[in-house]
């Protein structure tokens, strides 16, 4: 019933899985999600426990990207991640094509969602992930500093912020771009063992 429909939702919005790969994501989804009494019978992975998986699944650590990774999951904003945007993000995340991983990350990091990485948000994105790094006299400018660094890179219309146009163009000139304000895509040791936990599941090993 439900169920298949469901299935069948996500398996014609992933073309980049193949089936079976499709039915242990939703098998695994089904492990991980919980049902939330106000939900109304909607099952799906609310923020903290979306986090969760990414925190220990995926080994993310920063809380700002975190927090954007589940906005860049959860498409139509109802502030849970459902099965079908389960799939449909990690089919992205563990097959995506580069254009597909330059929206997402460029998503990702548009803090405010108005269409440009703004000078204020790449301030907040580097400052959050070089903060572990040993301290300089001032570290505020020394981030002020790569900023700039940044911008003049991969800034190509010098309007002062980062259009899709100009981080597109960017990362395809230099790969290395593609996550340079933190961190927001699985590492390839941290995806294989994903499928492999979600291939043991499915075929209970
Ligand atoms: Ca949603
Ligand atoms: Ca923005």
Known sequence: GLHLCRL?????????????????????FHTLAVEPSDRHGIVGLDRNSFRNILHVT????????????????????????????WVEGLSIFLRGTLEEKIKYCFDVYDLNGDGYISREEMFHMLKNSLLKQPSEEDPDEGIKD????????????????????????????????????????????????????????????
């Open 146 to 205: 790569l900023v700039e660094i940044t911008l003049k890179k991969m800034d190509h219309d010098h309007d002062g912020k980062l259009s899709y146009a100009d981080f597109e163009k960017a990362v395809r000139d230099e790969n290395l771009l593609l996550e340079a304000f933190g961190p927001c895509l699985p590492n390839l040791k941290n995806s294989m063992e994903f499928e492999m936990q979600a291939f043991k599941e499915t075929h209970d090993l």
């Open 8 to 28: 069948r939702q996500a398996l014609s919005l992933s073309r980049l899985l193949n089936k079976i790969e499709v039915e242990c994501l939703i098998k695994q």
């Open 58 to 85: 995926f080994g993310m650590t920063d809380d700002m990207i975190m927090d954007r990774v589940f906005r860049a999951f959860d498409k139509d904003n109802d502030s849970c991640v459902s099965v079908t945007e």
